[in-house]
């Protein structure tokens, strides 16, 4: 019997397991998943990426965890919260803003178009807000993927700006990105 921390409806947030490498590892491989982000995954970076998850997802109780099918178990990628810690100016702002929480999500082809990341979203938020007493929740997309800017707007979230991701080079594609809000 699984252990859920939370479900929904239709899915259930649970711990990382081993058996979930593989199959994570292939998300991270695959172009499709992938297009958003800066470049592929290699396996290691994979695993290494599980590992921060675990480590804060015990020291904080929220994470980027696995996201799986109720009704059949199937593994279909993570969704959830996680601390980020570089900084972000917006365009045509003075303020910055650092040490915050985001949520986000990266789901296997297959799950694409059921609504599962705006129900596993919203009940993250709700988690984030209740349990975890966050009192503003961020997400960020690169500008390009108007896919994931529709589920923050379905969530309720607000954008308030964008910004030139610190940590993407320079004339990569996805490094414009948008800069959406949430507060209690």
């Not at 998850?53 to 919260?81: R, S, V």
Request: with cysteine; glycine share 6%.
């Amino acid at each position: 019997m699984t252990e859920y921390l939370f479900k929904t409806e239709r899915l259930g947030i649970r711990k990382w397991r081993e058996s979930d490498l593989l199959e994570f590892s292939k998300m991270g491989q695959d172009e499709k998943v992938m297009r958003y982000f800066p470049s592929l995954l290699s396996e290691q970076q994979t695993i290494d990426f599980v590992k921060r998850m675990q480590i804060q997802q015990k020291k904080k109780g929220y994470a980027y965890l696995p996201l799986e099918k109720l009704d059949n178990q199937e593994f279909i990628g993570m969704l959830g919260m996680a601390d980020q810690d570089y900084n972000i100016k917006l365009d045509k702002s003075e303020s910055i803003i650092s040490e915050f929480v985001d949520i986000g999500w990266r789901l296997k082809t297959s799950a694409w178009g059921n609504g599962y990341a705006t129900e596993g979203a919203i009940a993250w938020m709700d988690y984030g807000f209740e349990k975890v007493e966050l009192t503003t929740i961020y997400s960020i997309a690169p500008i390009i993927n108007i896919p994931s800017q529709s589920v923050m707007r379905k969530i309720g979230f607000e954008k308030i700006g964008v910004f030139n991701h610190p940590k993407i080079e320079l004339a990569h594609p996805t490094r414009k990105c948008a800069l959406f809000k949430k507060e209690k």
